[in-house]
């Protein structure tokens, strides 16, 4: 069965790093986009950007380029989205998909949360 | 930026009625449209891609149809199971990838 398996919750303070990620079992990996979806009650769903994993080409949306950082491990199939300085505004739930045609596997989300 | 709205925010109806989520478009996404529903606690579901190709396991009461900027999902005979928050996603403005703000479907 193809899945994506998700890091667990964290709770940060504002300034701090943060690197959650997006491990993938039971299917090529690398053959795959792989997205970042972030979640909050305010905004609902927003695409953040996403990476090959066969090259590591990456994509970003423009909101979220300066924000943070996406990257690959090809050899353990994990992804990876990356903060070098964490905003109480980054407060939210955190998915990874595989994109086709849509995003047709999701990991269960990582909740980050940001607060002094 | 493609900006998708979708219409009711809230549709109240009754189990083993007919369900029609509308999402427009600002601009056209020619036919790079997709839905998801999500339950409380989970992660969103694929339920069609491409306007109307229902993904894999998606009961066909599931319908999609559309084209440019118009685009509806259809759910012909209401269970139990399907009241949630349904999601359109424009795959035509790479890298933005955007969502509508949602529809919640509820019991009537």
């Known amino acids: 069965e193809e899945q994506l398996v998700q890091s667990g919750a964290a709770v940060k303070k504002p300034g701090e790093s943060l690197k959650i990620s997006c491990q993938g079992s039971?299917?090529?990996?690398?053959?795959?986009?792989i997205g970042w979806v972030r979640q909050t009650p305010g905004k609902g769903l927003e695409w953040m950007g996403s990476?090959?994993?066969?090259?590591?080409?990456?994509r970003y949306s423009p909101s979220f380029e300066e924000e943070v950082i996406i990257s690959v491990d090809k050899s353990t199939s994990t992804a990876y989205l990356q903060w070098l300085s964490l905003k109480a505004s980054d407060t939210a739930i955190y998915y990874c998909?595989?994109?086709?045609?849509?995003?047709?596997?999701w990991g269960k989300g990582t909740m980050v949360t940001v607060s002094s | 930026e493609i900006v998708l709205t979708q219409s009711p925010v809230t549709l109240s109806v009754s189990p083993g009625e007919r369900a029609t989520l509308s999402c427009r478009a600002s601009?056209?996404?020619?036919?790079?449209l997709a839905w998801y529903q999500q339950k409380p606690g989970q992660a969103p579901r694929l339920l069609i891609y491409?306007?109307?190709t229902r993904a894999t396991g998606v009961p066909a009461r599931f319908s999609g149809s559309g084209s440019g900027t118009e685009f509806t999902l259809t759910i012909s005979s209401l269970q139990s199971e399907d009241f949630a928050v349904y999601y359109c996603?424009?795959?035509?403005?790479?890298?933005?990838?955007?969502f509508g703000q949602g529809t919640k479907l509820e019991i009537k």
């Open positions: 998909a595989r994109a086709t045609g849509g995003m047709d596997v």
């Open positions: 039971g299917h090529t990996f690398s053959n795959y986009w």
């Open positions: 990476i090959y994993p066969n090259d590591s080409d990456m």
């Open positions: 601009q056209s996404v020619g036919s790079n």
């Open positions: 491409g306007v109307s």
């Open positions: 996603q424009q795959f035509n403005s790479w890298p933005r990838y955007t």
